[in-house]
């Protein structure tokens, strides 16, 4: 079946202006989690779902960033008044659930990712 | 706090030979998960294995095994007969499992691997 897919692949954008990246996951996975790779931090999270609820928005940087998540399924990801250190890949990951403490489960399966260059 | 270390930057193996990439981990839980990933130039994280901390034996898929020393708190990748598509970054991952636990993973820095022919 269809893995998980993020749009835009690539996204070129100046400082100041607002951007949004899209995630659509597998279909049936309940849990959607948004992570940023970038050469000085590694792997970093920023938000995950349950459903259309965020229990956990810890990882958000800051109030520049915000994600939503509609019907269950596709999620968006905003960053407002982006700055050049907001340049790096985003990845979108799901999971059909999260709770069970099994692989067959819990895995996380990774979408391609976004790559975000602000100038 | 849950810490992933993997220690290897960077390893070369020959083509066809075996190579273990390292990955040790710190918590203080007893239920917990742990994942390899392997991301090639083309960005894209790719699901390689899973261990459980409960599982008795080691986990296998295909040609990657888990060598998992559950007192030692390592979680080390075992690739047989390398191939040149294996030539990747590899990521150790971490999640535990109580109840309120976080439910992100956290992950090592990773390991280049390139395969030499």
């Known amino acids: 079946g269809a893995g998980v897919s993020q749009s835009p692949s690539n996204k070129v954008t100046e400082k100041g202006k607002d951007v949004e990246l899209r995630c659509d996951p597998i279909s049936g996975h309940t849990a959607l989690y948004w992570y940023r790779q970038s050469l000085g931090q590694g792997l970093e999270f920023l938000i995950y779902?349950?459903?259309?609820?965020?229990?956990?928005k810890s990882g958000l940087p800051s109030d520049r960033f915000s994600a939503e998540r509609t019907g269950g399924s596709v999620s968006t990801l905003t960053i407002q008044r982006t700055q050049q250190e907001d340049s790096a890949v985003y990845l979108c990951?799901?999971?059909?659930?999260?709770?069970?403490?099994?692989?067959?489960?819990?895995?996380?399966?990774f979408g391609p990712g976004t790559r975000l260059t602000v100038l | 706090a849950q810490k992933i270390t993997q220690t290897q930057p960077g390893m070369f193996v020959q083509e066809k030979e075996a190579v273990t990439l390292d990955c040790t981990y710190d918590t203080s839980d007893q239920s917990y998960g742990l994942f390899w990933y392997k991301q090639p130039s083309s960005g894209e994280m790719i699901f390689l294995i899973y261990?459980?901390?409960?599982?008795?034996q080691n986990a296998t898929e295909g040609r990657y095994s888990l060598n998992f020393q559950k007192a030692r708190k390592s979680a080390n990748l075992v690739i047989s007969a390398s191939q040149l598509g294996d030539s990747a970054m590899y990521f150790c991952?971490?999640?535990?499992?109580?109840?309120?636990?976080?439910?992100?993973?956290?992950f090592g820095s990773g390991t280049q691997l390139t395969v030499l022919p």
């Open positions: 261990q459980g901390s409960y599982d008795e």
């Open positions: 779902f349950q459903g259309n609820s965020a229990p956990d």
């Open positions: 991952a971490m999640r535990e499992f109580f109840w309120g636990s976080a439910r992100q993973l956290t």
């Open positions: 990951a799901s999971s059909l659930r999260s709770t069970s403490g099994k692989s067959s489960t819990d895995t996380q399966y």
